[in-house]
């Protein structure tokens, strides 16, 4: 076991020579054996499949400008998942936080209420979502499938939201834990 260890590791370290060489099939080699897994890293953190891409490529492009600096030739698979995990890192904590939520404000308000009861309900309402626009999005838009078709069942919404039937009642757990501190810490700063 040992002997075919050191043979990959001798192997690994010849692509990686030849690469720095500019051996193109040597990168082809490379791709061939580390996209899936880049790939499947940008899947797990949610990135869309044309984000992905280009995720792929800054990855891919760090590696080639930073290839004579990589002094473990056989970590080359470490390094490139690294790479990636920090770019998609990036991604995730550049997307946009606000997320439009429309209907609320009907939903939480009753007609024939008194004005004053009218305010504050759209007082609430506006606290509402601005907690809500700070809740990850998958909390989010799992709340809001949850709020919005009650009677649903967990394998639709599981389908709908690309969530795992046994993730939905704890991740539903955390949203609604931090939506309540969120709004929370809002009626204390008021105060």
């Not at 791709?31 to 869309?48: D, K, M, N, S, T």
């Not at 930073?66 to 998942?81: M, Y």
């Not at 429309?102 to 309402?125: C, F, K, N, V």
Request: charged share 30%; hydrophobic share 45%.
């Amino acid at each position: 076991m040992a002997d075919m260890r050191q043979a990959v590791v001798q192997d690994l370290t010849a692509v990686v020579r030849d690469a720095r060489a500019g051996d193109e099939l040597a990168w082809r080699e490379l791709v061939q054996v580390y996209g899936p897994r880049l790939r499947a890293i940008a899947r797990r953190f949610r990135i869309p499949p044309d984000q992905a891409g280009d995720l792929l490529q800054a990855t891919w492009l760090q590696l080639v400008n930073g290839i004579d600096r990589l002094q473990c030739p056989e970590a080359v698979g470490s390094w490139l998942a690294v790479t990636m995990r920090r770019f998609c890192l990036q991604a995730v904590a550049g997307r946009e936080r606000e997320c439009p939520v429309t209907g609320l404000d009907e939903w939480l308000t009753q007609p024939g209420d008194a004005p004053e009861a009218s305010l504050l309900r759209a007082e609430q309402a506006a606290s509402v979502r601005r907690a809500l626009a700070r809740l990850p999005e998958r909390q989010r838009r799992l709340l809001w499938q949850l709020a919005t078709d009650p009677d649903a069942r967990y394998t639709e919404i599981s389908a709908r939201l690309d969530i795992p039937v046994g993730a939905i009642g704890p991740t539903r757990a955390r949203a609604l834990g931090r939506l309540r501190r969120l709004l929370r810490d809002e009626e204390r700063a008021r105060l």
